[in-house]
């Protein structure tokens, strides 16, 4: 961002209290509501950039919530080990490969595995199965995450079939969701596309995230597991359609 304009500073908290209040109710959301909104007035790498730092803070807050962090880690670490690493890599598209195509990606992407959640309902992971699925759905939503910061959509899919309930999907989405923004964040300083001392506004960016994450967070207790389901598909089509209306 070339200076600071007020009305450029009030729109960009206002992108990031929503994403947080749409993350505090089901427990992700902040990129998926946060980045379209940001990318009406700034570019997607300047978006990428003010979205690090609250992705970071908010998902290790939710991480730890519930008492089930620990358990969340011993079952996942062989997917975060993999999501963590390609994220990372994945990140230096961002600098080379063109804003439409990147677009393209993300709304497709955004779209489909929701898609595939709605009309497959009845699916279900097994535990051998998992052994070997979930590194590559670590390997998928790195690729993904790394040029977007949408880890969602592949994650999301997965721990629908794994039929977690409610609480346990929060905290695993959102211990995903910090090993990748964590990744993003190196590539981001590896590859050039964020310098440390840009940092800062990203910093301030955790204050409106945080206050929409309190907001969200009162308002889940009143969702059912349906209503929560549904809730999530909308966000995700709502975004995937975005995306690719600024792609064309």
């Known amino acids: 961002m070339n200076g600071l304009d007020f009305g450029l500073v009030a729109w960009a908290a206002f992108s990031l209290?929503?994403?947080?209040?749409?993350?505090?109710?089901?427990?992700?959301?902040?990129?998926?509501?946060?980045m379209p909104l940001l990318t009406l007035s700034f570019s997607l790498k300047e978006s990428v950039g003010l979205l690090v730092l609250p992705m970071v803070a908010?998902?290790?807050?939710?991480?730890?919530q519930g008492g089930l962090f620990k358990a969340t880690l011993r079952r996942f670490w062989p997917m975060l080990l993999v999501l963590v690493v390609t994220v990372a890599g994945a990140t230096k598209l961002l600098v080379v490969v063109r804003q439409e195509i990147l677009f393209v990606v993300i709304g497709t992407s955004v779209i489909v595995f929701p898609l595939i959640a709605?009309?497959?309902?009845?699916?279900?992971?097994?535990?051998?199965?998992?052994r070997w699925l979930g590194p590559l759905v670590g390997l998928v939503a790195g690729l993904i995450g790394g040029i977007s910061t949408f880890y969602g959509a592949p994650l999301m899919?997965?721990?629908v079939w794994l039929r977690l309930p409610k609480d346990l999907f929060v905290v695993a989405i959102s211990l995903m969701y910090f090993v990748g923004a964590t990744g993003l964040l190196g590539g981001l300083l590896l590859f050039g596309v964020a310098q440390f001392q840009g940092l800062g506004l990203s910093a301030i960016?955790?204050?409106?995230?945080?206050?929409?994450?309190?907001?969200?967070?009162?308002?889940?207790?009143?969702?059912d597991e349906r209503r929560f389901a549904?809730?999530?598909?909308?966000?995700?089509?709502?975004?995937?359609?975005?995306f690719l209306a600024k792609a064309f």
């Open 17 to 34: 209290f929503a994403g947080g209040a749409v993350k505090g109710v089901v427990g992700l959301g902040l990129p998926l509501v946060a």
């Open 58 to 64: 908010s998902n290790l807050v939710q991480a730890f």
């Open 118 to 130: 709605h009309f497959r309902p009845h699916l279900r992971v097994s535990e051998a199965t998992e």
């Open 157 to 159: 899919l997965y721990l």
């Open 205 to 223: 960016g955790c204050v409106p995230v945080f206050a929409g994450l309190w907001l969200g967070q009162r308002l889940r207790v009143r969702l």
């Open 230 to 242: 549904r809730l999530l598909l909308a966000v995700y089509l709502a975004t995937g359609i975005s």
